[in-house]
């Protein structure tokens, strides 16, 4: 087990010894406000883009629901007519950056979040580490009422007009503490700066949202299998922030059975990730199965069955009202 992964289990189980990285914490700290303050007082120059932007982002590590409350926003905007465009990092792609997201990318040049993205809603997505440059070709080749930024609610060099934070309640802020004693990657003061959309399986807040889970699909349906049997025995396999959301949306399909094998964030999968000593079927999630195309593609022998659960972001109603007010203020108007 990698460093990395004992640390991630550590925040999980807001393990005891954390507290020895604590000095780390406080250098973090002290860096990141240094970097902030740099911003604030315009000894580093801050970006303006020339259409209001919405930046969707969170304030821990790992995952919290981002990309699944991106995908509906985008979803429910193009349904109004708004012309909106979508911006990232592209983590875990290798460019060249800035990157123009089709339909035809490939997760090893975008990375995975921005194609599945680009996948569920045909939205015009630049990627790359320079945000305005994204941004300056994304511009150069729509015209665009909107553009959200996924993630980069750190990334100060970017002006933004609406910030919305993911909190996932079924993880919380963990032990309160920041990057490395604890996954907080800015104090939990900033919550009270931004709109907050917390992430639970019960509302507990007016602004809330929830994910559905949809009807497991075959990734390769070429493969001889009847149709989903939840009581089969599976190799679950997932890569993303925080692997036991899937573990539970497991449980809420009845999927009992299964051995999970657990990949880091982004990762790059090669097709012996894939192949167990037994022969039973996988299944993974969306965001894992962008990468596992291309190696379906490449390796046509491979014939287990990949099943794929398919998961939604259910808003409250309160979020969309907040949304259209907040458009209205900086002069978005609905159709």
Sequence with gaps: ??????????????????????????????????????????????????????????IT???????????QLVKYLQQHHLKVGVISRGYGGAGPFPLLVTQGSEPEAAGDEPCLI?????????????????????????????????????????ARQIEWIVLDQNRGLGNEKLLPEGYLR????????????????TAQAQRNMHLAVGEPYLLNPDVETKWFDASQYFN?????????????????????????????????YEIGDLTFDNHDAIITTEKDAV????LLKQNPEFNIPVWVVPVEAVLSSDCYDLLKLQLQQVGIQFS
């Design 118 to 158: 680009v996948q569920s809603t045909r939205v015009p997505m630049a990627v790359g580490p320079n945000r305005q440059a994204a941004i300056e070709l994304l511009l150069e080749n729509e015209k665009l009422d909107l553009i959200i930024s996924d993630d980069g609610l750190q990334h100060w060099a970017l």
């Design 61 to 71: 590590v790992g995952g919290s629901g981002k990309t699944p409350l991106l995908i």
């Design 291 to 294: 990468k596992f195309k291309a």
């Design 1 to 58: 087990m990698s460093m990395a992964q004992r640390i991630q289990d550590a925040w999980n189980e807001q393990a005891s010894w954390l507290v020895l990285l604590r000095p780390l914490s406080w250098l973090y700290r002290l860096g990141f406000c240094a970097n902030q303050a740099l911003y604030q007082h315009g000894i580093k120059p801050v970006y303006q883009a020339p259409v209001p932007v919405m930046v969707i982002g969170n």
């Design 186 to 201: 800015e104090p939990k003061s900033r919550l009270k700066k931004s709109t907050v959309i917390a992430h639970t399986k």
């Design 236 to 268: 679950a396999v997932v890569g993303i922030g925080f692997p036991q959301r899937f573990y539970q949306t497991l449980n809420s399909l009845n999927v009992q059975q299964y051995q999970a094998h657990e990949f880091p964030d982004h990762h790059d």
